[in-house]
């Protein structure tokens, strides 16, 4: 069932400079479901996410988008797709108000951001919308802030409304929850299973609590092939998994 | 929800800010030196095009003396040879250095950071060398004796009253293009890319193709400061086309404060104040202007005006 499956890699494979980062990667991600992408360091999970948004390109195999094919795309034609990521590092558009910041991705399909001449305030009929999207993320007491100076966990919550914002088929999440406290954590968790609803997302994490608990299928990937694929349960029961993570088939 | 950000001015204190522009403007001429005047203008304009790069889209052009000089040039000639209207010549300019920027700005844009500095240093420096190599440049002495000519056939310009009002009349609309243009949509757009690049790209953005709009628009500009300022001073020399003058406008820019609207201005003013009535120095003048520079930017990091806006919205919060 082909379209059943809303992104596909058949045989991804990446080089730099003869070093290997992936090699040969199958993916198949399922229309709506929660897809975790495990691995211990430098297994290549980054490096699938550049290629899946053509942020690189690929040294060999093919990208599939609705059984379509991505691989020759530009990283903005992917994202206007619906196929859009978010990064490891906090990724917000510090000078600009947190309102701003979501108007931005609201903005494009207005089809006036190359109207130099068009006065700003021609954009605030987006301003409900966008307030709306703040407040999915319990951000709208601070709209008028700029996002330079929200707090680590506050700049996630704005990324992730500044995601939402494009309505996206799949959103690609890198480590959403990298360097947060405890409850953090748990307040994303919980907004990414909210935002899930009636899309796909692929979400790299290191959090395992926050995968077992999220994610319907789960790959676990070693030094750039897939080592296991499955629930949870499956794949931390998997003794090559174990080895990998531990070092040992403990 | 009706707090006002305390990071955007009002309506009416723009209005104001504006007022007082004119005003000022329009009465200089009774107190300073016209010509000395109109060559601050244009150096003003000049360096609000460059920080349209610098400031707003995160572009170091290191050869955006290109675009001035082609502009003076081109201008200066068709004033000078053929004796077209003053208006014409330097749409002309500008409209040379708009295509050059789109050429340039075409492969510039490829690259980022030092690199994008260096392919528009090497591009400039082409632009010197045809400058120098071209017969109707006049090489090494340059365009002397750029008549002003009448404007629109009727007004004459060799009267310094008037070609000072025709340059601060330019001068207000290149700097208003400027102003609408931070303050657009695709101003918006910029700043994000200048922010955040990779995330731009994340959100659907075709990035090179503002980048690039903004580099045309930035040069365009730049061209038009440069015709104009051919015609005021009579004439065209290569130290338009130099890299001193590319580095001059970096200068500029970081004394007065990046990405203020006004910085770039008054960067403008102190430096070419600093030439006009420092010459006495002889070749002293760089190593002074050298040391302000160094002093200025150590001692405000943000520029005058950067500094000075800081210091208000803390007062203001």
């Known amino acids: ?250 | 929800m009706t707090v006002p950000s305390p990071r955007r001015w009002s309506g009416q204190a723009i209005f104001m800010g504006w007022a007082t522009l004119v005003a000022v403007g329009l009465a200089a001429p009774f107190v300073v030196y016209p010509v000395f005047l109109m060559n601050v203008l244009c150096m003003a304009l000049f360096a609000s095009a460059f920080n349209l790069l610098l400031g707003y889209t995160g572009l170091l052009s290191f050869g955006h003396a290109a675009f001035l000089g082609s502009a003076g040039y081109v201008a200066g000639h068709a004033a000078k040879a053929w004796g077209v209207d003053p208006l014409l010549a330097i749409l002309a300019g500008t409209a040379v250095a708009t295509v050059l920027g789109f050429v340039i700005g075409s492969l510039a844009i490829r690259r980022s950071g030092i690199y994008f500095a260096m392919i528009t240093l090497g591009f400039a420096q082409m632009v010197y060398f045809l400058a120098v190599q071209l017969p109707f440049t006049g090489g090494e002495d340059g365009l002397q004796g750029i008549p002003r000519g009448r404007l629109l056939g009727l007004v004459r310009l060799e009267n310094s009253f008037a070609m000072y009002y025709l340059v601060f009349a330019i001068f207000l609309v290149g700097f208003a293009v400027i102003h609408r243009t931070i303050h657009s949509p695709f101003g918006h757009v910029l700043r994000s890319i200048k922010d955040n690049e990779p995330r731009a790209l994340s959100l659907g953005y075709d990035v090179d193709r503002y980048k690039l709009l903004a580099f045309v628009i930035s040069a365009g500009l730049a061209g038009l400061a440069g015709a104009t300022k051919a015609l005021a001073m009579q004439f065209e020399t290569l130290t338009d086309v130099h890299w001193h003058k590319s580095g001059e406008v970096v200068l500029m820019t970081l004394l007065g404060g990046m990405g203020t609207v006004l910085g770039p201005s008054v960067g403008a003013i102190i430096v070419v104040t600093m030439e006009n009535y420092l010459t006495g120095f002889g070749d002293w003048v760089t190593v002074i202007i050298g040391c302000v520079f160094v002093v200025g930017v150590l001692a405000f990091r943000r520029g005058f005006v950067g500094e000075a806006l800081n210091l208000a919205r803390r007062f203001r919060s």
């Open chain 1, 1 to 250: 069932m082909p379209d059943d499956l809303i992104l596909e890699t058949r045989d991804v494979a990446k080089e730099f400079l003869g070093f290997v980062a992936v090699a040969g990667v199958s993916l198949k991600v399922k229309r709506g479901s929660i897809h975790g992408l495990i691995g211990p360091n430098g297994a290549g999970k980054t490096t699938m996410f550049n290629l899946l948004t053509r942020f690189l390109p690929v040294t060999r195999g093919t990208i599939l988008h609705r059984g379509e094919d991505v691989t020759r795309l530009r990283p903005a034609q992917v994202a206007r797709r619906g196929v859009v990521r978010s990064f490891q590092i906090s990724a917000v558009f510090p000078s600009l108000t947190t309102l701003e910041n979501v108007r931005i991705a609201l903005q494009r399909p207005l089809g006036t951001s190359f109207r130099f001449w068009s006065p700003a305030s021609s954009l605030s009929v987006l301003d409900d919308r966008a307030r709306a999207l703040l407040g999915d993320v319990d951000l709208q007491d601070l709209a008028d802030v700029p996002a330079g100076e929200l707090p680590y966990g506050r700049k996630r919550a704005l990324e992730l409304a500044t995601t939402l914002a494009l309505e996206p088929e799949v959103l690609l999440l890198d480590e959403p929850t990298a360097g947060m406290g405890h409850e953090d954590v748990g307040r994303v968790a919980e907004l990414i299973r909210r935002v899930a609803r009636g899309r796909t997302v692929l979400m790299v994490e290191h959090n395992l609590s926050v995968v077992a608990d999220l994610c319907d299928t789960i790959t676990v990937l070693a030094r750039g092939s897939v080592l296991a694929e499955g629930t949870y349960a499956t794949v931390s029961a998997d003794p090559a998994v174990r080895e990998a993570y531990m070092g040992s088939a403990a």
